[in-house]
């Protein structure tokens, strides 16, 4: 009976279950962003509003902006959203997509036990704070992960004239994971750590961490976004993603990030119409 | 501990709201790990059951192979199926990267040898005691196969369960080949794995406590369905 079942049943089954979601389709694309746009909530809030709008649903695969540049790069995505400046106009010139567009920003805060054994708070120096962190040799957590935060922070290691990796294994530790796995190890090791503030905002498992460094405008983060290259990459949905990057650009969609909040705060500020600061 | 009492109390909201968002993550993770089960089966068990009757040179250097790759890492199984499915790899023109097919044959991939090296395992003992009687039938090994299939089918039923518990479990090589995109290839694997790193450690919990319910309810349904068979066949 079993095998009878087995030769009926089985293979039609399994020839659904591989090819049904390539079916049954509904209007899609892919956008490849990162952790702080989709763990702070913001996707949950405004794809909705875009899919009612346009009928096109958006998945999106959250990774730090390296990555999400690379699933680009391959054409795994049609759009790019991710918070790394450089990497990304490197993407540009590449000719993996474009052009970019600046969509919004927030900013960086550095975290740390409330102890603050560096003594680095009210410093409001970003850079300043990271000498007290080495010269202390207090425990850092980096993301390590060529995210953008990850490369927000090299920066500021570079403004401050220290190379961290002297430090590697001993109070400079890369987690080479997400922001909220970062400040997972942060909270338990009472460590210091660069987090994006949406990030922050929305994470659950503060224990003994606060806000140590906010407001210097070197922790400013920027988001950009791009289509992937249809020449390079002949099935990305090119229509579709540049109907989404103007939605984005475009005042409805710049008024849905601004009205996203958590606890009454705003996280990300809308900045398609007004020229990027240069950084 | 307040911890543990708070995910043991959402575990409890959560099977009990029927949370829709919540059912459609269970549906899928079933849906998914099924799928790669039967699939793997189809596979997995010929092949253990061949190994468990046939004797050939480099026989065993095969079963050496296979109970090696039950150790096969999720997180490299997953990049290999993403460069293979990605649109830049052989098989990308099939548009399967980020859809729950790319995670089914990430399972699959996963339990096969599972499947097969557990499989000739337990056959081969079988096929010790019955080797005698089947030759007299003149019946080959080939012959043999779907034989000794059909006799093991109530100790395979365990050797299945071991390669669903095993796909419904993984969460390393369905993160990187179905992207954890909500409501399309969210698994409650991925879903617990994002819980955590956003800190939610209850609710993480919570999801790993329905997990488990829900694996144990497979395991006592392939029993009672078990119990019911044998005492048909007498």
Redesign the interface.
Known sequence: M??RIARRG?LP??LA??????LAQQRSI?LAST?STE?SGL??HILPIFTRETGIAV????LGSGQALDIGR???ADVVLVHDRAAEERFVAEGFGGPRRHVMFNDFVITGPAADPARIAGLGDAVAALSRIAAARAPFISRGDRSGTHAAELRLWQLAGIDPATGRGQWYREVG?????A??TA?AQGAYVLADRGTWL?????QDQRILIEGDARLFNQYGVMLVNAQR?P?VKAADGQRFIDWLVSPAGQSAIAAYRINGEQLFFPNADKPEPVS | MQDLASAFTKAFGLILSLDPAVLAIVALSLRVSLSALVLAALIGLPMGALLAVARFPGRGGVITLINALMGLPPVVVGLLIYLLLSRSGPLGSFGLLFTPGAMIIAQAVLITPILAALTRQVLEGMWEEYAEQLRSFGAGPWRAVPTLLWDGRFLLLTVLLAGFGRAAAEVGAVMVVGGNIEGFTRLMTTAIALETSKGDLPLALALGMVLMAIVLGVNALAQGVRGIAARWAG
């Open positions: 079993v095998t089985v089954l399994l279950a591989v090819t049904r979601p390539a892919t952790t763990q996707f949950g998945r999106v695969v959250a391959r054409g795994d994971q997400g922001m909220g796995p400040l997972n909270a929305s994470f659950r498992n503060r990459h099935h």
